[in-house]
């Protein structure tokens, strides 16, 4: 693929860019940029509370952890998660990630599951061990089952299990409190699905179905980019909203449930020009799939560069095995269920 990028059609269900639109079952969504764009940035537009549980349970951490918090608590929150990754040089986890990939492909043989063996536990352990938990592969293998129940919703089943493993993580958390123990695991989950879905995403389009062959000239972080636009591992986000507010010339009541589709706003035609087609390093209004404003998320640079390590990794050594691709159930996320690539 040297000459010819990949043609990435729309998931299914992904919407066209429009005004907003109201559904009595499923309240509003928005899927032009501009539109979401103001909704991540317009305090009008709040998280959705959640229930809080017993300490050390699923439901206190989701009740703990800035991803949830109302605006009150949020900016302490994200203040942990942001001192926590201050320190972490991305080009760091880029080199864990990349040494993490060479030593599951070797032991690999000639074929393997990215989605099993590398997409989630690679990245994971990687950002674990430079976090300070003990036992990173263990912290890794348990932050998956987290991930599994993290919004709410899910099968009791799911939820008992995570309850064991947010206790078997707290066990293998930096010394600290409570809160701030929380939120290093919360920062964790909240890179287990999107950072698997994102090198899943770009090992399905971007490697050859043939043998390996030589480095094409854009480079890995603008390759992704474009994937995380065109096949976002976050199709959409939910928000509240807590005042009426006027947006895209549609009038949203208080307390109205909206739909954000990151999907819809990365194809905006007024945001990008040729929207389907795929450029790398393209100007443009810039991608809204790691969100915007206050709760943007504080890991970006990181998470492309735990997924910049395995794919570059995975480029030089792999080339894609002709099995469909099925994908893991979720309203919101787009993961692969499984992946299957061989190895040179």
């Known amino acids: 693929m040297t000459d010819t990028w990949p043609r990435i059609a729309p998931a299914a269900g992904t919407p066209p860019s429009g005004p907003p639109s109201f559904d009595p079952d499923r309240g509003w969504w928005l899927t032009r940029h501009a539109d979401v764009r103001a909704a991540l940035t317009d305090p009008a537009f709040q998280v959705p509370a959640v229930d809080t549980g017993p300490p050390g349970t699923l439901a206190w951490l989701r009740a703990t952890v800035s991803r949830f918090s109302p605006p009150r608590r949020h900016a302490d929150r994200r203040a942990v998660v942001v001192a926590a990754l201050a320190p972490l040089n991305p080009d760091d986890l880029r080199h864990d990630a990349a040494r993490l990939t060479v030593a599951g492909l070797d032991r690999a043989g000639d074929r393997v599951d990215v989605m099993r063996e590398l997409a989630r536990p690679v990245p994971?352990?990687?950002?674990?061990?430079?976090?300070?938990?003990?036992?990173?592969?263990?912290?890794?293998?348990?932050?998956?089952?987290?991930?599994?129940?993290?919004?709410?919703?899910?099968?009791p089943a799911l939820t008992a299990r995570a309850d064991r493993a947010v206790a078997a993580l707290l066990a293998l958390a930096p010394q600290?409190?409570?809160?701030?123990?929380?939120?290093?695991?919360?920062?964790?989950?909240?890179?287990?699905?999107?950072?698997?879905?994102?090198?899943?995403?770009?090992?399905?389009?971007?490697?050859?179905?043939?043998?390996?062959?030589?480095?094409?000239?854009?480079?890995?972080?603008?390759?992704?980019?474009?994937?995380?636009?065109?096949?976002?591992?976050?199709?959409?986000?939910?928000?509240?909203?807590?005042?009426?507010?006027?947006?895209?010339?549609?009038?949203?009541?208080?307390?109205?449930?909206v739909l954000l589709r990151f999907d819809a706003a990365n194809r905006d035609p007024q945001a990008f020009t040729e929207p389907a087609t795929f450029q790398p390093g393209r100007p443009g209004a810039g991608l809204l799939t790691f969100g915007a404003g206050e709760r943007g998320c504080p890991g970006d640079r990181h998470a492309l560069a735990l997924a910049t390590g395995v794919l570059d990794v995975l480029r030089e050594r792999c080339w894609r095995s002709p099995n469909p691709v099925c994908h893991e159930p979720h309203p919101t996320l787009r993961v692969p269920a499984n992946l299957e690539v061989n190895v040179r």
């Open 124 to 155: 994971l352990r990687a950002l674990a061990e430079r976090l300070g938990f003990a036992d990173p592969a263990a912290a890794g293998t348990a932050v998956a089952v987290v991930a599994a129940a993290y919004h709410p919703g899910v099968d």
């Open 176 to 257: 600290g409190p409570p809160m701030v123990r929380a939120n290093l695991i919360g920062l964790l989950v909240q890179a287990c699905d999107a950072t698997a879905g994102l090198i899943g995403a770009a090992a399905h389009h971007l490697l050859s179905p043939a043998a390996p062959r030589a480095p094409v000239a854009a480079g890995t972080a603008d390759l992704l980019a474009e994937v995380l636009r065109l096949d976002p591992p976050v199709r959409a986000t939910r928000r509240v909203t807590v005042d009426g507010v006027r947006l895209g010339g549609r009038d949203l009541p208080a307390g109205s449930p």
